[in-house]
């Protein structure tokens, strides 16, 4: 224990008395923050629009295909997927459900006269997100252009929109937990590359294998140590969102479980990266080359769900994808299932590769 309390003592002054790593851990994800913050913060996403088609004919295929060549909506089948709850944690904005027997009910009131009409489409959204209030006016106008095709005049298919109370977040809500998570990948990663090639690079590590020190022990003096540069980073960003756009999300105690699992990712993530690249300059390209695309394509700045479909193949397996599902479900929805079951993967792939992590990174080869 004294071994394991000095070693984190001398990394925090040694990572304090280096301005680099201050400024990338304090200083950058304030300023990437402030600027997506002002500049995306005002503007809306693609206007994707998820649908379940229970009557699969004919006329349901007409109505999805007018909407997609609208050009104005991205038409996702939402078969399987539980859209009311998604709808309800602000996953998404908006949905239609088309009923069995939308076919049969436009062709009986056609053939009534088209006085009444069982032919509804149902709409649900939540009315706080203003892409959601566009894509009402689209469906609507869709819905009048094929009354016009069928019967000139008639109303046969009609729009019944449903305004749902959801936890709505705005863009900066929603990018505050992503940046966290993007800090927390950046510091874990970048801190034991660049460290574990300093160590080889000076003959740190021969020294340290002749000594008392245990190679879990040394690990476990890296986490412990990011883990505390990262509440540090967390401390600050927080004030720096309040003072600068008001931002007060929920910090709670599994949103600062789900920053340690995280940080138990990446540590041994950049363990096992350091294992396979020995030369310095190299292993801090390799922790970018995997850092900044995962940045993108793991829900930091934009959902998942409006990315292309094989970049969303990509974030299904990125570990932080889940840790940035696992801290907006802690921050802000408070969706409970969301929050364990996020972490639950983070933390088994925490434990996993830290064990993988402290196997590769051996001493005695360098």
């Not at 850092?291 to 990315?307: A, E, H, R, W």
Request: charged share 10%; proline share 2%.
């Amino acid at each position: 224990m004294v071994r394991l309390l000095s070693d984190i003592k001398y990394s925090l002054l040694a990572f304090f008395r280096n301005k680099g790593a201050v400024f990338w851990t304090f200083i950058f994800p304030i300023i990437l923050f402030v600027l997506l913050g002002f500049l995306l913060g005002g503007t809306s996403g693609p206007l994707t629009l998820y649908y379940n088609d229970s009557d699969h004919s004919q006329m349901s295929g007409v109505f999805i295909d007018a909407m997609n060549s609208t050009n104005a909506v991205k038409m996702v089948d939402g078969s399987g997927m539980d859209l009311a709850g998604q709808l309800k944690d602000a996953k998404i904005s908006c949905y239609i459900d088309i009923p069995a027997g939308f076919e049969n009910n436009i062709m009986a009131s056609e053939m009534s006269g088209g006085n009444s009409s069982d032919a509804t489409v149902q709409m649900y959204y939540d009315k706080s997100q203003t892409t959601s209030l566009a894509i009402v006016s689209v469906v609507n106008t869709v819905a009048d252009k094929i009354n016009m095709n069928i019967s000139k005049t008639k109303d046969l298919v009609t729009v019944l929109p449903h305004d749902v109370t959801t936890n709505s977040v705005n863009y900066l809500d929603f990018l505050f937990p992503g940046i966290i998570g993007m800090s927390v990948m950046s510091i874990a990663v970048n801190g034991t590359v660049g460290q574990s090639a300093r160590n080889r690079a000076t003959g740190v590590f021969r020294k340290l294998a002749t000594t008392p020190i245990s190679r879990v022990e040394w690990n476990l003096g890296r986490i412990i140590t990011q883990t505390i540069t990262l509440m540090l980073s967390l401390a600050v960003s927080i004030a720096a969102a309040w003072l600068i756009f008001g931002i007060s999300l929920n910090i709670n105690l599994m949103m600062l479980l789900m920053v340690i699992a995280g940080g138990l990712v990446f540590s041994g993530l950049g363990n096992i990266i350091a294992s396979f690249v020995k030369d310095e300059d190299t292993a801090t390209n390799a922790a970018s080359a995997l850092t900044f695309p995962l940045m993108f394509v793991s829900g930091s700045f934009f959902s998942v769900g409006q990315m292309p479909w094989f970049l969303q193949d990509l974030a299904n397996v990125s570990p932080l994808t889940y840790l940035n599902n696992g801290l907006r479900a802690a921050m802000i929805t408070g969706n409970g299932t969301d929050v364990l079951n996020n972490f639950a993967i983070v933390a088994v792939l925490g434990v996993i590769l830290f064990v993988v992590g402290v196997i590769v990174l051996k001493w005695k080869e360098d």
